[in-house]
């Protein structure tokens, strides 16, 4: 059975640092045909892709505009968890922060249950 277990989300004041965590397990994230991703969901905003990493056909890794060169998407293959480094936060990163992932040759997708992130300004 696939489980997200994704943690770290914290009141963190704008500028400051965090750190999410997302621990798989029944699958392995080294895997090529895995698309993993971080979305966040805002008070009445739809929920959005925020970095994803791949690893087919090449390890590659995408930010939204809003994040691009103040988060970090990376993955520890020992532990089998992908992490989101947050820097340089602002009261708009404000969301509950989901661990994603794609399964492409399946078609079928893995949802982590959430961590509240709240940004104070």
């Known amino acids: 059975q696939v489980q997200l277990v994704d943690s770290g989300g914290a009141v963190v004041q704008s500028g400051g640092s965090l750190r999410l965590s997302c621990v798989a397990s029944?699958?392995?994230?080294?895997?090529?045909?895995?698309?993993m991703s971080w979305y966040r969901q805002a008070p009445g905003k739809e929920r959005e892709a925020v970095a994803t990493i791949t690893n087919f056909p090449s390890h590659r890794t995408d930010y939204s505009t809003s994040v691009a060169g103040r988060f970090t998407i990376f993955r520890d293959d020992g532990k089998n968890t992908i992490y989101l480094q947050m820097n340089h936060m602002e009261p708009e990163d404000t969301a509950v922060y989901y661990c994603?992932?794609?399964?492409?040759?399946?078609?079928?997708?893995?949802w982590g249950k959430g961590t509240q992130v709240t940004v104070s300004s």
């Open positions: 994603h992932v794609f399964d492409v040759h399946k078609i079928r997708e893995y």
């Open positions: 029944g699958l392995t994230l080294t895997f090529s045909g895995y698309k």
